[in-house]
């Protein structure tokens, strides 16, 4: 299968500071990459779907200016949270698919943010 | 809006037991749905992919049935085992998009 690799795989900053994770489709372009959020014992919360060389589509809630997505070659993304707080901690997780209709999304191990 | 909706939040089984987790989604018509198991910690791992022509799936100990009617999903795991416990994760298509439900935790007791 496919690897997608996410680093770092955890994180500690200071409020205030800026965090940026990386996404890494290693054996495959990625057409498409998405950015989810998890926190303890909840689901996957979509954030933000991005395209290779264009701008990226945020979810309803999801602050662009705080959470900036880019997607500057077919495989690699990086999402930066920007003035880091607290509330901002939580489990980041991308995924990249290859494009075309019914495939599969291929995940990155998540990145652990702990903002104190 | 759009919802998806999967059955308790937990869900214990005797090892050697079939485990059946259910799917339910809303105001959606999905061209295929998919499932995916996810361990703590950890991202997301594609199990099945079942399209809304098509019944049911199997792989190995899993099976997967699709009725676009009810607009529900059943996953099934036969003869499970403790190394089954795990997050059990649906998720749908929206446009090139991907939503997921709420999930399943399964623990298989020995």
């Known amino acids: 299968g496919a690897v997608v690799s996410q680093h770092p795989s955890w994180v500690i900053c200071k409020s205030g500071t800026s965090v940026k994770i990386e996404c890494r489709s290693l054996d495959f372009q990625a057409t498409t990459m998405f950015w989810y959020r998890q926190f303890p014992k909840q689901s996957l919360m979509l954030m933000a779907t991005s395209n290779e060389g264009s701008k990226a589509t945020y979810e309803q809630g999801v602050e662009k200016d705080k959470f900036l997505i880019n997607h500057a070659s077919l495989t690699l993304s990086t999402l930066t949270v920007t003035s880091a707080h607290p509330e901002d901690s939580s489990f980041y997780i991308c995924?990249?698919?290859?494009?075309?209709?019914?495939?599969?999304?291929?995940f990155g191990q998540g990145t652990r943010l702990t903002v104190v | 809006s759009q919802k998806i909706e999967q059955n308790s939040e937990a869900l214990n089984i005797q090892e050697g037991k079939t485990a059946t987790l259910t799917c339910n989604y809303t105001?959606?018509?999905?061209?295929?749905l998919q499932w995916y198991r996810q361990d703590p910690g950890r991202g997301p791992v594609f199990l099945l992919l079942?399209?809304?022509?098509?019944k049911e799936k199997r792989k190995e100990r899993l099976k997967v049935t699709f009725d676009t009617t009810l607009k529900q999903s059943l996953f099934h795991i036969t003869a499970s085992q403790p190394a089954d416990s795990a997050t059990y994760l649906c998720a749908l298509p929206t446009g090139n998009q991907f939503y997921f439900g709420t999930g399943t935790s399964l623990t298989v007791i020995p």
């Open positions: 079942i399209r809304e022509n098509e």
């Open positions: 995924s990249a698919t290859r494009g075309g209709l019914n495939t599969e999304a291929f």
């Open positions: 105001n959606y018509s999905p061209a295929y």
